[in-house]
């Protein structure tokens, strides 16, 4: 839509920095209906959905307004759009009247149009004081064309909308747990294996949106095996022996008494520095096949920044969670139980701390070695301080190990307070690794499409 330059009231849009220029970029404002700007075609005003994919489908719309004996006015209107409309550099919140040579961004890397009014600038008020409001779109207007095929039939038209914008890919995954488990009930260990599944991915795919950098699953379900068969590994034996024999970080005995200032020291080397450290070693090995393997595999394997660290050390903790809940907790209560109360509860009580852990995985192991693996991220980009910076984060997270662990002596509350600032921490490491990012602009958790 253009027009002529000898219109009252139009839209100017600026080149942008980095992109083509545009041919036609002057769109006049009727006076008498509404115009609407977005990637959506049926706007009056279309943008190029490749250059700006930040833009809403229908992001903003221009208003016109006129009092009897007043020249018109024109509103900007924000249709809450993802990723914000910019009215000379503040975010636009509703509608506000244009004054001559307003700038209007769409999002803060969108296009941007400059306002030009050449009759009698409006004024910020309407007359007497009061302020009218910008004419709402009528339901005629909204639908003057009728109702098409595809609104009736939505799904023909969403294309790939539908899978990258409505978890088409998690709820496909959900239903298939879901039929499984009803297949496996009465098969207790089947049961638990599919329900410890679920909780795992669902827990590290919550991560993953947190992080928004891509990483391929199968990358991912590496990190967790490896983990996984290094348990199984004669390394586990010799890591006990270092540091629950020679070192103190022995694990109390059923029933003993034990002050807190010991357990503590205990689980900080017996739990935090071993166990934070079993889970790392993985990510040393995908730290060194990424710098051997050819591109694109090396990007997809290697750690290259925080974020890939954050990635792959809670992939790691997925492993760890599953061996350790799946293979000790589960069975180790299963048995207890069947002591105790015969087989009518064993597999009852089970599920009941399979649960949990799972779940408790977010504020636990997952949130330890997300946190250690953003500092092994950061020593990457940082690598002359990186001594320092594995030994702050190999400590930090060593800690937030040892007081969960040793908290449950104490109080559930303050146990609960240990895991929400282990989350905390977690989610910090993420926010700072996605500012951090070399590949920030392609970061698809900071930059929302509409």
């Known amino acids: 839509m253009t027009g002529e330059s000898s219109a009252i009231a139009s839209l100017r849009q600026l080149p942008t920095r980095g992109k083509p220029a545009l041919k036609q970029h002057y769109y006049p404002l009727p006076a008498d209906r509404i115009l609407a700007i977005g990637r959506d075609p049926r706007c009056q005003i279309v943008v190029d959905p490749v250059l700006y994919a930040s833009v809403s489908r229908r992001h903003v719309e221009v208003r016109p307004t006129a009092q009897p004996g007043t020249a018109p006015m024109w509103w900007i209107c924000d249709l809450?759009?993802?990723?914000?409309?910019?009215?000379?550099?503040?975010?636009?919140r509703g509608c506000e009247i244009l004054q001559s040579c307003d700038r209007i961004t769409l999002g803060r890397n969108g296009p941007e149009y400059i306002f030009e009014y050449s009759a009698q600038a409006p004024s910020a008020h309407p007359p007497n004081g009061l302020t009218a409001p910008p004419p709402e779109p009528s339901i005629a207007s909204a639908t003057e064309e009728g109702v098409t095929f595809t609104q009736l039939f939505p799904i023909l038209s969403t294309g790939r909308d539908l899978t990258r914008k409505a978890f088409l890919a998690p709820s496909m995954i959900t239903i298939g747990f879901v039929v499984a488990m009803f297949l496996a009930v009465g098969h207790a260990v089947m049961f638990n294996l599919l329900i410890a599944g679920y909780l795992a991915i669902a827990a590290y795919y919550f991560v993953y949106q947190l992080c928004g950098k891509h990483k391929p699953w199968w990358v991912a379900g590496g990190a967790a095996f490896a983990t996984i068969a290094l348990l199984r590994s004669p390394i586990l034996p010799l890591s006990i022996v270092l540091f629950r024999q020679i070192l103190p970080g022995q694990v109390p005995d059923s029933g003993e008494s034990i002050n807190f200032l010991v357990l503590l020291i205990r689980m900080f080397f017996g739990a935090g520095l071993m166990e934070e450290l079993l889970k790392a070693l993985p990510l040393l090995g995908f730290f060194l096949l990424g710098r051997f393997l050819p591109l694109p595999w090396s990007r997809w394997v290697g750690i290259w920044?925080?974020?890939?660290?954050?990635?792959?050390?809670?992939?790691?903790?997925?492993g760890f969670t599953l061996l350790e809940t799946l293979g000790q907790y589960v069975p180790d209560a299963i048995q207890n139980t069947t002591l105790q109360a015969g087989e009518g509860l064993n597999q009852l009580v089970g599920l009941q701390l399979l649960i949990p852990r799972l779940?408790?995985?977010?504020?636990?192991h997952m949130a330890y070695s997300g946190y250690f693996g953003y500092f092994i991220g950061l020593s990457v980009l940082k690598p002359k301080q990186s001594p320092v910076i594995l030994t702050i984060g190999y400590l930090a997270a060593?800690?937030?190990?040892?007081?969960?662990?040793?908290m449950g002596i104490v109080s559930p509350v303050i146990l609960a307070l240990v895991g929400i600032l282990s989350y905390a921490c977690l989610a910090a490491a993420i926010l700072k690794a996605r500012s951090l990012?070399?590949?920030?602009?392609?970061?698809?958790?900071t930059r929302l499409r509409g």
């Open 80 to 92: 809450n759009s993802s990723n914000g409309t910019y009215l000379n550099g503040k975010r636009l």
């Open 305 to 318: 920044e925080p974020l890939d660290g954050i990635l792959l050390g809670v992939a790691s903790a997925v």
């Open 359 to 364: 779940l408790g995985s977010i504020s636990g």
């Open 398 to 406: 060593a800690c937030l190990h040892a007081l969960w662990n040793a």
């Open 437 to 445: 990012s070399p590949t920030r602009s392609q970061n698809f958790a």
